[in-house]
């Protein structure tokens, strides 16, 4: 007995959250369980806002089928009046000012406009098919940038060497958009004379609309169309004005006008420029103010919209 109870003396305690046991065999004390494992509050959390993102992506492709419906609505009224222009620069202008002014959060404005111009791109070439015709004799890589990104991958693009070349598509097409670059010589002397005429291609919009710091599609460029001219934006005119002779004077002389010369390059025996100048300046005014000059539209394009390093969203994606 005595060796017995030494044994159970010696015997090491056992740790167990079992049941533990009198002498008797009978049940004295009862230890808890563990507790079993739950989900961790984070996790559900996380499946509740998955479950609204995918409920918000449902909302936007309903609404863009929703558009669509209303496009073709808007094909079959067209026809019945006999066609119409399908691309409205000054409607453009207006939408994509609205959209940048009431934008907020943290989606950056790049973004915001690239969408947008894909869905009404597309929706114009569902409306009435056309090709983008871009001159990439001063690179290909930058004027292709802005074509994809102001006209998306759904717009076929055609790439031509110089800007003769993407006059001569858009003049002889049913629709098509030409792009050429605003800035920069393109070796092809004054192009910008070949849109003179009443049946010539005239230019509807300069791009980017959106000008901000760093833009992904930041060369500025002109867009070519044979366009309705009801359907022109006239915020800014742009005017083809052939001189004699160049003098120090005419600058100033434009300046006083509000106008700014954009490009020139010799023509016909004389110097031609292309001057931007507001809708409100008549062009006569140019021509009284230059002996000798003769003045002609080549276009227009919607007041350029500014936005500020600070409110762009590239660049303070948390304010």
């Known amino acids: 007995m005595v060796n017995d109870h030494r044994q159970r003396e010696d015997r090491p305690a056992i740790k167990t959250h079992q049941k533990a046991f009198n002498f008797r065999g009978t049940c ?14 984070a996790v559900d959390a996380l499946t509740q806002l998955r ?6 992506d449902l909302e936007m492709h309903r609404l863009l089928i929703a558009r669509g419906e209303i496009i073709d609505r808007l094909i079959a009224v067209k026809r019945a009046q006999g066609g119409g222009c399908a691309f409205r620069p000054e409607r453009e202008a207006q939408m994509m000012r609205a959209l940048v002014e009431r934008h907020r959060g943290l989606l950056p ?14 929706f114009t070439y569902v409306q009435n098919n056309y090709c983008v015709h871009a001159d990439d004799s001063g690179g290909d890589a930058q004027i292709r940038d802005s074509a994809r990104f102001h006209f998306g991958f ?16 858009v003049a002889k097409s049913k629709g098509d958009l030409g792009v050429l670059r605003a800035t920069g010589a393109t070796g092809d002397g004054a192009w ?11 230019i509807i919009a300069r791009l980017p609309f959106v000008e901000r710091p760093d833009h992904p599609a930041g060369l500025p460029v002109f867009i070519l169309a044979c366009a309705a001219s009801e359907a022109a934006s006239h915020d800014i005119l742009l005017h083809a004005i052939h001189l004699p002779e160049w003098s120090h004077s005419i600058p100033a002389i434009i300046s006083e006008l509000e106008g700014e010369i954009v490009a020139s390059a010799p023509h016909a025996g004389g110097l031609s420029l292309m001057v931007a100048a507001p809708g409100r300046i008549e062009a006569k005014r140019f021509a009284q103010a230059m002996a000798n000059a003769s003045v002609s539209s080549i276009g227009s394009h919607a007041q350029r919209y500014e936005l500020s390093r600070a409110r762009s969203g ?3 994606p948390g304010r």
Do not use: C, N
């Open 28 to 41: 004295s004390k009862t230890v808890s369980m563990p507790d079993q494992p739950t989900s961790p509050p």
């Open 51 to 56: 479950a609204e993102i995918d409920r918000i």
């Open 109 to 122: 404005v790049d973004a915001v406009e690239g969408v947008w111009r894909v869905i009404v791109s597309t």
């Open 154 to 169: 759904t717009v076929p693009y055609v790439a031509h060497h110089g800007a003769d070349a993407v006059i001569d598509a």
């Open 192 to 202: 910008w004379t070949r849109l003179i005429g009443e049946d010539a291609p005239k």
């Open 314 to 316: 590239v660049f303070a």
